[in-house]
């Protein structure tokens, strides 16, 4: 699927971007044109590539199933392999201009002491995972799936005044894979580890860090995921570093706005490579936050990925943190913020329905929806197959239209009851969260049920805006290519939408049907009110 495009160096007279995209079972590489059209992509397979890691989908689950970790040096290798690559290609790495990139968010990496003098001195007859062996004080990284620090997370929310005032300064209540309780894991179990540590960085950081030939800031954006960034004032939140881990700070270094150009690739790329020594490096970033990016999102925009679990991107002006959700800085503009949110019972949840009410078929499902009027007669059903994340609840909740509990729906009303509720309760939370619909907004939907136009007729009518179509496959690392071109014209104020105009535009799908709005306003509010006491009830 990677082969390098045959037109690649027709276009030489003018630069290219990079971006890169440091995953959990892979490393990703995009490069695109002047004309932001994608002139070569390659990737390496962590578990296929690099066998000797003995990794599985890029991981080693532990023996407490709880700790999940990833070999630092492997990231490094995978690097080396992809570069390798690009160069047998005869990729033309002068034509760079800028290169980002993003990372898994969370992850974080631990540099020894005397790592940033190797960093700034490279020998570039030696691949970078000869060369950095022994500069790492924790050999395997926590990744996102990591959730073995329960205990570190009480206490952080302790020294803020609880889950809520954590948010409040953080964006997001305390979380097991957030990297400041990963960190205050390290520190509490390998207190010597933790010592020889001269830098932390995060997976995204870490990469920049191999480009620039030094250590790179965290940016804005992927520092709003560690539980220790006051994500209104843009710097470090004192208690929230005290109840970390000491020294803390200084190991972590000042933070940058995510468009910010760090410097030029350093020596090693130029003289291993081929890089131009003016190549930019700009701010590596999350990849959720570069996945923004990808998507092009603007204000008032709402992104929404159907897949096992659905989850929902949003551009926020004026943020309300709240207990579910994440609150990040927004990674193409220092005014705003982003946030997600992550409802667990997505495509499993629809495809039970369209199973048990629709003979497995999409098509009478589609049908049933096209039967029953929008709004379902007052109808509403909540369907928590799993435990659900966006609220804590789980099991099935029908409401009839005067607030009784129902044991069933007729078939036809049940799938459009599926749809309506999820759709709902997207709406919900991201307007809890801050979001508003502003003239303009769009709904952008990806993944798998993003094909059913009947599904994407609800999504518009719940959120009276437009539904376009987008394809998502490598949004976080086109993002980074996007990111790139910007970075180098960001402090002549030029943003992020103007810097990516020319690329493609998502597809229209469906606009919402006349009288969407008066349906669907009252049962907003009552969706909201229901949920609430399911919830209220399941902590019972």
Request: aromatic share 8%.
């Amino acid at each position: 699927e990677s082969r390098p495009a045959v037109h690649m160096m027709a276009a030489a007279a003018d630069g290219c971007y990079l971006g890169l995209d440091f995953s959990t079972q892979q490393l990703k590489v995009i490069a695109v044109d002047h004309n932001l059209n994608v002139i070569y992509q390659n990737n390496v397979q962590f578990d296929d590539e690099l066998p000797e890691y003995k990794t599985q989908g890029g991981v080693h689950v532990h023996g407490d199933k709880l700790t999940v970790t990833s070999p630092v040096l492997m990231w490094v290798q995978a690097l080396d392999i992809l570069l390798e690559k690009m160069k047998n290609a005869g990729f033309d790495f002068g034509r760079v201009k800028a290169l980002s990139g993003s990372g898994q968010q969370h992850g974080s990496v631990y540099w020894r002491a005397g790592a940033r003098q190797v960093l700034q001195n490279l020998a570039y007859d030696k691949p970078l995972h000869e060369l950095l062996q022994g500069c790492f004080a924790v050999a395997d990284s926590p990744v996102w799936m990591d959730s073995s620090t329960t205990e570190q997370c009480q206490l952080l929310e302790k020294a803020a005044g609880g889950a809520q005032g954590l948010a409040e300064i953080t964006g997001s209540r305390a979380y097991e894979r957030f990297t400041g309780n990963q960190i205050a894991k390290v520190f509490k179990t390998s207190p010597g580890l933790y010592n020889e540590t001269e830098k932390i960085s995060l997976v995204s950081s870490f990469a920049a860090s191999l480009f620039l030939g030094d250590y790179a800031a965290i940016d804005y954006s992927d520092g709003s995921g560690m539980n220790l960034m006051d994500i209104f004032a843009k710097q470090w939140a004192q208690p929230c570093l005290r109840a970390t881990a000491p020294q803390l700070e200084e190991k972590l270094g000042p933070l940058v706005p995510s468009m910010t150009v760090l410097g030029s690739v350093s020596p090693y790329f130029v003289r291993r490579y081929g890089f131009s020594p003016d190549c930019g490096v700009v701010a590596f970033t999350g990849d959720n936050p570069g996945s923004l990016a990808g998507m092009r999102l603007q204000e008032g925009d709402i992104a929404v990925s159907l897949g096992t679990s659905d989850t929902v991107f949003l551009w926020i002006q004026d943020p309300k943190p709240a207990v579910k959700g994440h609150i990040f800085c927004n990674p193409v503009t220092s005014q705003a913020f982003m946030a997600l949110l992550c409802f667990k019972n997505g495509s499993l949840t629809r495809e039970r329905i369209r199973n048990e009410c629709a003979e497995g078929s999409w098509e009478e499902f589609s049908k049933a929806l096209r039967a029953v009027p929008m709004g379902n007669e007052g109808n509403i059903g909540m369907y928590f197959d799993a435990m659900e994340i966006t609220p804590a609840a789980v099991g099935v909740h029908r409401f009839d239209k005067d607030d009784n509990k129902v044991e069933g729906f007729p078939k036809e009303r049940e799938i459009r009851a599926v749809i309506e509720g999820q759709f709902l309760a997207k709406r919900v939370h991201a307007e809890q969260l801050g979001y508003k619909i502003i003239p303009g907004t769009r709904v952008l939907a990806t993944g798998g049920a993003s094909s059913n136009t009947d599904i994407l007729q609800v999504l518009a009518d719940v959120f009276n805006a437009p539904v376009f179509t987008i394809d998502t496959a490598n949004s976080a690392c086109l993002g980074c290519a996007y990111r790139a071109r910007h970075g180098l014209i960001a402090d002549q104020g030029v943003r992020f939408s103007e810097a990516v105009r020319d690329a493609p535009e998502p597809r229209l799908a469906v606009t919402p049907m006349p009288g969407a709005e008066q349906v669907f306003v009252p049962l907003l509010k009552r969706y909201a009110e229901l949920e609430e006491k399911v919830f209220l009830e399941s902590k019972q």
